[in-house]
C-alpha cells in the first residue's frame, strides 16, 4: 500500500522509475522501462525533459548504456531507443558531456559507434549522441585523443544523394570535435582544412537545389572552429579558402535558403583576413601643437601613440596551449562597475567657489549690463575709448581697412602663364583703433596668463562701422572680377586670398562671362543673389572673419560652401533603408582585394603630411584637398578605377577621435557610381547603418541658385574592417579596431567641384561672421546685444561670449527691472565634430533677436549669457572631439586650468561670479551633437531619479527634491517636433562627473542644468518621422527651446492659448519612471546584418536551435 501512494506522486514515481533504469541488468525491464520514458517525453514539452534531467535522467541513461554494452552482442532492439532517449534529453543538458566523462560512458560510446559503421542506421545516432557530448570541450578533447575526429572524417563522402542523413551528422559531430582547441591543432596540422575545403566546394556546386544545406553548413562550422587558431588561419590561407568561400559566396545570390550559408562563410573569411595597420607612418595626428602656455611646452601626446609598421602584424590571441581539460565549463557573467553615483554626498548638489572672491571679480567686464554702461550704446566713438570705462563695445568704429586683399579661385590646372596665388594671410597694414575685449588684453586682471587674452592692438572685423564695411565691400568688388570665373574644363576651387589677378574662362555653359566689364556685372549680381538668399551671411565679412582665424596648418584657402554659404533644401531628406546583402556585397569587394591584389591600384592622391609620396593621377583619377578651416582628409588612396579608400587625420596631439571628415572632391565624372571607404573610423556603431547619409555640396548647383548642402550617398555600411592597432603598453597591451564607413556617390556634373562631409559644416568664421551680421540687424532700442572676448584660445583665437535682453528705458523702476532679470547661461561646440550644435545654437541667437512675441518677452525677463563656441581651435582644425590640448573639454570642469583649457577655466569662472553676487544663472544648457541616437533629447541631474535607478538602499521618501528640472524637458515634448522625452535621462554618472552638466549643477547650483543632444541623423518619432534631419530643423529646435523658457518666469505675460500649452503641472508628477531605464548608448537594435558587424570573436548559432529528433525518428 505504501509503494502505491508512493507511486501516485509523479515526483517520486518517475525517481523511482530512473532509480530501476539505473540498476537494472534485465533486459526486458530496461526496455519496457525505455518505452515507458519515450512515450512520457514524446507527450511532453521542453519543460518535461528539463524536469527530467533536474532528477537524474541524463545519469540514469548514461549508466544504462554503460551496463547495456556489457551483454554481447550488442542487442540493438535496446540500444536504438536508448540511444533515440540519450538524443533527446542530452541536446537539452549543457553538463551532458561532462556527465557522460565521469560515469565513464564516453569509451562505450566510441565503441558502439566503430561497431555499427557497416550499417547507416546504426552509426547515424552515435555520432548525434558524439555531438552531444562533444559540445564539452573537456569531454571532446578526450574523445580526440582517442582517434575519433580522424575517424569521424573519414565518414565524410562527396556530394552524393545516399546516406546523406549518416553524412549529416558527422559533419555535426566533426564540428563539435573541433571546438577543441587540441583537436583543433592537430586537424590543422594533419591538413583537415584543405580536405574541408575541397568537401565543401563539391557539395555547393552540385547541390544545386539546396537539399543539403545542412551539410554545407555544418562542414563550414568544422572550419570556422579550425580557423579560431592562428594554425588554422594560416592553413586555411595557404589553401586559398578566401578565394573558394568567396566564388562560393557570391554564388549563393540572394536565395534566403542560403543565408545560414552565407553568413558562416563571411565570417570565416572576415576572421581569416590577415589583420594589418592602417597605411599610416604612425596614428598621431600629423599636425602637433606646443602650447605656448604649458609649464614645459612640451608636446602632449595621445593614450596609444603606436608607430605604424609596413609589415602585416600578427593577431593576438588566446594562448593555444591552453589545456582543453581547464576550459571553463560554465561561462561567467562579468558585468560592468555601476556606473551611477551611490554616494549622497556627491549626489546632493554642494555649490562651492572653486577659487578667491576677489579673482573672481575681474569677470565683472563681462556684466557690463549690472552696472549701466548698456547706456553707452548710442554714444559716439570716443566714448567706446574711454579708458576708464570698465569694459567697451564690442561693435565699435575702426581705423581705415586694407583695402589690397581680394579673393579669387585658384585652380591646379593654370598653364604655365596663370598667375601665383599670394598669401592670404599676410598681417594686414592698418589696424583698429579700439578693440571689443573682453577681460584681457594687456592690461588684463592678474592671474590671467597673457595669451588669454586678445591683444587690443590686433585687427579685428567687429570694430568696423557699417560706412567702412560697405567701403570694403566696394574695394574687394573692384578687382573682383576674375572671383568666379571658371573654367569648367579647370578642377580646383577653392577660394585663395590675394590680389587679384586676370585669367580667362568661363564659368560654366550657362554662366559664361565674356568681357571684363560683364564678368564684373556677373559677379555683383551673384553676391548680390547669394546674399539675398542666405540670411545673416556675407561671403565679403566671412572673407575677413578668415583672414583673422588662426590654424595650426596655417590656412590659405577658403572651401566654397563656407565662403557662398547654405540654404535648407526645400523639401525634406527621408531616411534612406538598405537592403539585405548590401553590407555582404561592400565586405566582399573588400576581401576581393586580397584574393586579387593584382588587381588593387594603391596610388595615392593625396598624402598631407607625406606629398612626395602622391603618385601622378590620370585623367579618371579624382582630386582630393582638405587644407581649409574644419577640413579634415589626411590621405585618399585609390583602390580602384572608382574606388578610394580615405583616412581621416586624428584630432592635434593625439591618436584617437577619427570620426569627423570634410573635404573637396573634384574632377569628377557625372553618372559614374564613385565609391568611398572612410576606413579608420573607431565608434563601433553609427546612425550610418540606421538610415543616415554623409553631406553634399555641390559648387556648379551653388553658382546656378541652389545653394546648399543635401544628403546624398546609397549603398552605405558602416562595419568593422580588418586594420587594428596596438595598445600604448606594448605587446600586452589592448588592441584597437578599426571601422569602415563606404557609401558610393553618383556625382550629377562632370568636372564639379564638390564637399562631402560627416554632417553640414559650421565653421568658427562662419560663426564670427553670424555674430557681425546679427549685431548688424538688430534695433538697440528694443535689443541689448553685446558682443564680447571670453578669451584668448590656445591657438590664438577669440572666444565670444554674447549678451542678449531686452533694452530697458532710463527710468530707475525700469532700471532696476532690468538688473533683476535672471539668467540664462547656454554653452555650445566644446566638441568640433558635432556641427549640429552650432546650427541649433544658430536657431538660437536669430530667434532671441527677433521680433517675434515670445522672443520678446523672454528678453524683457531674462539675460541670456551664450558661449556659443567653447572649442573654437578644435573646430578651426577640423578636429572631432578635442582641444589642442588633446583633451575632451566636456571632461574638465572639475579642476580646468587657464593654461591648457582656458574657455572652460573661464566660463566656469564667468558661472561662479554670478553665483557669488546672488545671480545664480536660472537655466545652464550646453549644447551637443549624438552621433548614434536619433531625435533631440536632454541629459539633467536628479538625485532620486539616480538612487531609484540604482536600486540603492537609501530611503528616497525622505529626500526632498525640486522637480523644476523636468518642465523644460516636458514643454520642448509639446512644442518641439524633433524632440523625444523618452530619450531624457536625469541619472548622475560617475563617468560624467567632470561634464559641464553635472558640475554646473553640484558646483554652481543652477537646478536646471541641461545637456541638449541633436542628432546627426533624424528622426523615428512626431512630425518628422522617417526624415533625417537638415539645418532648417535644428535651428527649428534652438528657437523651441527658448520658447519653453517662457514657462520658468513667474510674471510672464502669456495669451490664453500659451497658457494652456505650457499648464503643464498637473504633468510633473514626482514618479519613478521619468528616466528610461535604459541608459545605454545605442537605441537602435543589431544591425540586420549583425554577423558582418560583430566579427570580433567568429561565434556561430546556438546548437539547441537544430531539431536532432528527425533524423534518428527510423532508428
Known amino acids: 500500500m505504501a509503494e502505491v501512494n508512493a507511486a501516485s506522486e509523479n515526483t517520486t514515481g518517475l525517481e523511482v522509475l530512473l532509480s530501476t533504469l539505473k540498476n537494472s541488468h534485465d533486459m526486458k525491464s530496461t526496455h519496457s522501462i525505455l518505452q515507458i520514458l519515450d512515450a512520457l517525453l514524446s507527450a511532453g514539452t521542453v519543460k518535461r525533459v528539463s524536469y527530467l534531467i533536474t532528477k537524474g535522467g541524463s545519469e540514469a541513461l548514461l549508466h544504462t548504456l554503460v551496463n547495456v554494452t556489457q551483454v554481447l552482442p550488442l542487442d540493438y532492439d535496446i540500444i536504438l531507443p536508448l540511444i533515440c532517449l540519450i538524443v533527446k534529453v542530452g541536446q537539452r543538458d549543457k553538463r551532458f558531456g561532462q556527465k557522460a566523462q565521469e560515469i565513464g560512458a564516453l569509451s562505450e560510446i566510441l565503441n558502439i559507434t566503430k561497431c555499427s559503421l557497416p550499417q547507416a542506421k546504426y552509426v547515424t545516432p552515435c555520432l548525434w549522441i558524439i555531438k552531444i557530448c562533444a559540445s564539452s570541450v573537456t569531454a571532446g578533447a578526450a574523445m580526440g585523443k582517442s582517434g575519433i575526429t580522424r575517424f569521424v572524417l573519414n565518414l565524410l563522402s562527396p556530394y552524393t544523394t545516399t546516406n546523406t542523413k549518416a553524412i549529416r551528422a558527422a559533419t555535426e559531430a566533426l564540428s563539435s570535435l573541433l571546438k577543441s582547441k587540441w583537436n583543433s591543432r592537430r586537424a590543422a596540422d594533419s591538413g583537415y582544412i584543405h580536405r574541408l575545403l575541397k568537401l565543401y566546394e563539391d557539395w555547393h556546386q552540385r547541390d544545386t537545389a539546396n537539399h543539403y544545406v545542412p551539410i554545407q553548413r555544418a562542414l563550414l562550422k568544422c572550419i570556422n572552429n579550425i580557423t579560431s587558431l592562428r594554425k588554422g588561419k594560416k592553413s586555411f590561407l595557404e589553401a586559398d579558402g578566401m578565394r573558394v568561400l568567396l566564388n562560393a559566396s557570391r554564388a549563393c545570390g540572394s536565395s534566403p535558403d542560403l543565408h545560414p550559408v552565407i553568413k558562416l562563410t563571411t565570417q570565416i573569411m572576415r576572421k581569416c583576413h590577415p589583420k594589418q595597420h592602417l597605411p599610416l607612418p604612425k596614428l598621431q595626428s600629423c599636425y602637433s601643437f606646443v602650447s605656448p602656455n604649458a609649464a614645459h611646452s612640451q608636446l602632449l601626446v595621445g593614450p596609444s601613440d603606436t608607430v605604424q609598421e609596413d609589415v602585416t602584424a600578427e593577431e593576438n590571441e588566446d594562448q593555444d596551449d591552453d589545456d582543453d581539460l581547464n576550459e571553463n565549463e560554465e561561462p561567467g557573467c562579468s558585468e560592468d562597475e555601476d556606473d551611477l553615483e551611490t554616494d549622497l554626498s556627491r549626489l546632493k548638489p554642494n555649490p562651492e567657489l572653486d577659487r578667491p572672491v576677489e579673482e573672481l571679480k575681474q569677470y565683472e567686464q563681462l556684466c557690463p549690463e549690472l552696472v549701466g554702461y548698456f547706456q553707452d550704446s548710442d554714444l559716439d566713438d570716443q566714448s567706446f575709448q574711454d579708458e576708464d570705462a570698465p569694459c567697451s563695445m564690442v561693435f565699435t568704429p575702426s581705423g581705415p581697412l586694407h583695402q589690397e586683399d581680394s579673393r579669387v579661385w585658384h585652380r591646379d590646372g593654370f598653364g604655365k602663364d596663370s598667375p601665383k596665388p599670394h598669401n592670404p594671410f599676410r598681417n594686414r597694414t592698418h589696424q583698429t583703433s579700439a578693440y571689443a575685449s573682453g577681460i584681457g588684453g594687456e592690461g588684463g586682471p592678474k592671474g590671467f596668463p597673457k595669451n588669454h587674452f586678445t591683444d587690443p592692438t590686433k585687427p579685428s572685423i567687429t570694430n568696423h562701422s557699417k560706412d567702412k564695411m560697405n567701403e570694403m565691400h566696394l574695394d574687394i568688388q573692384k578687382g573682383g572680377a576674375d572671383l568666379l570665373r571658371i573654367n569648367p574644363a579647370l578642377h580646383s576651387p577653392h577660394v585663395h586670398s590675394g590680389a587679384c589677378e586676370k585669367h580667362g574662362g568661363a564659368l560654366?555653359?550657362?554662366?559664361?562671362?565674356?568681357?571684363?566689364?560683364?564678368?564684373?556685372?556677373?559677379?555683383?549680381?551673384?553676391?548680390?543673389?547669394?546674399?539675398?538668399?542666405?540670411?545673416?551671411?556675407?561671403?565679403?565679412?566671412?572673407?575677413?572673419?578668415?583672414?583673422?582665424?588662426?590654424?595650426?596648418?596655417?590656412?590659405?584657402?577658403?572651401?566654397?560652401?563656407?565662403?557662398?554659404?547654405?540654404?535648407?533644401?526645400?523639401?525634406?531628406?527621408?531616411?534612406?533603408?538598405?537592403?539585405?546583402?548590401?553590407?555582404?556585397?561592400?565586405?566582399?569587394?573588400?576581401?576581393?582585394?586580397?584574393?586579387?591584389?593584382?588587381?588593387?591600384?594603391?596610388?595615392?592622391?593625396?598624402?598631407?603630411?607625406?606629398?612626395?609620396?602622391?603618385?601622378?593621377?590620370?585623367?579618371?583619377?579624382?582630386?582630393?584637398?582638405?587644407?581649409?578651416?574644419?577640413?579634415?582628409?589626411?590621405?585618399?588612396?585609390?583602390?580602384?578605377?572608382?574606388?578610394?579608400?580615405?583616412?581621416?587625420?586624428?584630432?592635434?596631439?593625439?591618436?584617437?577621435?577619427?570620426?569627423?571628415?570634410?573635404?573637396?572632391?573634384?574632377?569628377?565624372?557625372?553618372?559614374?557610381?564613385?565609391?568611398?571607404?572612410?576606413?579608420?573610423?573607431?565608434?563601433?556603431?553609427?546612425?550610418?547603418?540606421?538610415?543616415?547619409?554623409?553631406?553634399?555640396?555641390?559648387?556648379?548647383?551653388?553658382?546656378?541658385?541652389?545653394?546648399?548642402?543635401?544628403?546624398?550617398?546609397?549603398?552605405?555600411?558602416?562595419?568593422?574592417?580588418?586594420?587594428?592597432?596596438?595598445?600604448?603598453?606594448?605587446?600586452?597591451?589592448?588592441?584597437?579596431?578599426?571601422?569602415?564607413?563606404?557609401?558610393?556617390?553618383?556625382?550629377?556634373?562632370?568636372?564639379?567641384?564638390?564637399?562631402?562631409?560627416?554632417?553640414?559644416?559650421?565653421?568658427?568664421?562662419?560663426?564670427?561672421?553670424?555674430?557681425?551680421?546679427?549685431?548688424?540687424?538688430?534695433?538697440?532700442?528694443?535689443?541689448?546685444?553685446?558682443?564680447?572676448?571670453?578669451?584668448?584660445?590656445?591657438?590664438?583665437?577669440?572666444?565670444?561670449?554674447?549678451?542678449?535682453?531686452?533694452?530697458?528705458?532710463?527710468?530707475?523702476?525700469?532700471?532696476?527691472?532690468?538688473?533683476?532679470?535672471?539668467?540664462?547661461?547656454?554653452?555650445?561646440?566644446?566638441?568640433?565634430?558635432?556641427?549640429?550644435?552650432?546650427?541649433?545654437?544658430k536657431g538660437t541667437l536669430e530667434f532671441l533677436i527677433s521680433n517675434n512675441p515670445i522672443a520678446r518677452c523672454l528678453r524683457d525677463a531674462y539675460i541670456f549669457k551664450i558661449i556659443p563656441m567653447l572649442n573654437p581651435d578644435g573646430v578651426i582644425n577640423g578636429c572631432c572631439r578635442c582641444s589642442l590640448s588633446g583633451e575632451d573639454l566636456n571632461r574638465q570642469w572639475s579642476e580646468p586650468t587657464p593654461d591648457l583649457q582656458p574657455t572652460i577655466y573661464h566660463t566656469k569662472g564667468l558661472l561662479s561670479y554670478m553665483k557669488s553676487i546672488g545671480k545664480t544663472p536660472l537655466v545652464y544648457c550646453d549644447y551637443h551633437g549624438h552621433s548614434r541616437k536619433k531625435n533631440s533629447f536632454m541629459y539633467g541631474c536628479s538625485v532620486k531619479e539616480t538612487l531609484w535607478q540604482s536600486e540603492s538602499s537609501i530611503d528616497t521618501a525622505t529626500l526632498k527634491e525640486d522637480i523644476g528640472y523636468r518642465a523644460i524637458p516636458r514643454i520642448l515634448e509639446k512644442i518641439c517636433p524633433t524632440f523625444a522625452i523618452n530619450r531624457c535621462c536625469f541619472l548622475v554618472q560617475k563617468s560624467r562627473e567632470s561634464t559641464a552638466r553635472v558640475v554646473v549643477w553640484r558646483e554652481i547650483g543652477v537646478l536646471r542644468s541641461y545637456t541638449m543632444e541633436s542628432t546627426y541623423c533624424g528622426c523615428d518619432q512626431g512630425r518628422y518621422n522617417g526624415l533625417q534631419i537638415g539645418t532648417r530643423e535644428l535651428e527649428e529646435m534652438g528657437g523651441k527651446f527658448c520658447t519653453a523658457l517662457l514657462k520658468l518666469s513667474p510674471n510672464m505675460p502669456l495669451t490664453c492659448q500659451d497658457a494652456a500649452l505650457l499648464n503643464l503641472d498637473s504633468e510633473l508628477n514626482n514618479d519613478k519612471n521619468f528616466s528610461r531605464n535604459d541608459v545605454s548608448v545605442d537605441d537602435e537594435p543589431p544591425c540586420p546584418e549583425d554577423i558582418d558587424y560583430f566579427t570580433d570573436n567568429g561565434t556561430e548559432d546556438e546548437d539547441d536551435a537544430i531539431d536532432l529528433r528527425p533524423e534518428v525518428t527510423n532508428c
Open 508 to 841: 560654366n555653359p550657362s554662366w559664361a562671362i565674356g568681357g571684363e566689364h560683364e564678368g564684373q556685372n556677373s559677379v555683383h549680381k551673384l553676391l548680390k543673389v547669394c546674399k539675398e538668399l542666405i540670411p545673416f551671411h556675407d561671403p565679403y565679412i566671412y572673407t575677413i572673419n578668415a583672414e583673422e582665424t588662426k590654424s595650426v596648418a596655417n590656412y590659405k584657402t577658403l572651401a566654397f560652401p563656407d565662403y557662398w554659404g547654405h540654404v535648407p533644401p526645400h523639401s525634406k531628406e527621408p531616411l534612406v533603408g538598405r537592403w539585405c546583402g548590401g553590407q555582404r556585397a561592400k565586405i566582399f569587394e573588400d576581401i576581393q582585394r586580397l584574393v586579387c591584389s593584382g588587381d588593387v591600384l594603391n596610388r595615392v592622391i593625396l598624402d598631407i603630411e607625406s606629398p612626395s609620396l602622391v603618385a601622378p593621377g590620370d585623367d579618371s583619377s579624382l582630386k582630393f584637398f582638405s587644407n581649409f578651416e574644419s577640413g579634415n582628409l589626411r590621405k585618399a588612396i585609390q583602390i580602384r578605377k572608382y574606388e578610394y579608400d580615405l583616412l581621416m587625420n586624428a584630432d592635434i596631439n593625439t591618436t584617437l577621435q577619427q570620426q569627423w571628415f570634410y573635404f573637396e572632391i573634384s574632377s569628377m565624372r557625372a553618372g559614374i557610381s564613385y565609391r568611398f571607404n572612410i576606413i579608420n573610423c573607431e565608434k563601433t556603431n553609427s546612425q550610418f547603418n540606421y538610415g543616415m547619409q554623409p553631406v553634399l555640396y555641390s559648387v556648379h548647383e551653388a553658382l546656378c541658385g541652389r545653394a546648399q548642402w543635401v544628403r546624398a550617398g546609397t549603398d552605405i555600411s558602416y562595419y568593422r574592417n580588418h586594420y587594428f592597432t596596438q595598445g600604448a603598453e606594448g605587446k600586452g597591451g589592448k588592441e584597437t579596431a578599426f571601422y569602415t564607413l563606404t557609401f558610393n556617390i553618383t556625382f550629377p556634373h562632370s568636372k564639379d567641384v564638390c564637399y562631402l562631409a560627416y554632417h553640414y559644416p559650421y565653421t568658427y568664421s562662419t560663426l564670427m561672421t553670424h555674430l557681425y551680421l546679427l549685431e548688424q540687424s538688430i534695433n538697440s532700442d528694443q535689443v541689448y546685444f553685446r558682443h564680447q572676448v571670453l578669451c584668448s584660445t590656445l591657438g590664438g583665437n577669440d572666444c565670444p561670449v554674447i549678451t542678449i535682453t531686452a533694452t530697458p528705458g532710463t527710468q530707475p523702476e525700469q532700471l532696476q527691472q532690468f538688473w533683476n532679470r535672471q539668467y540664462i547661461v547656454l554653452t555650445g561646440r566644446v566638441h568640433p565634430g558635432e556641427s549640429n550644435a552650432s546650427w541649433v545654437m
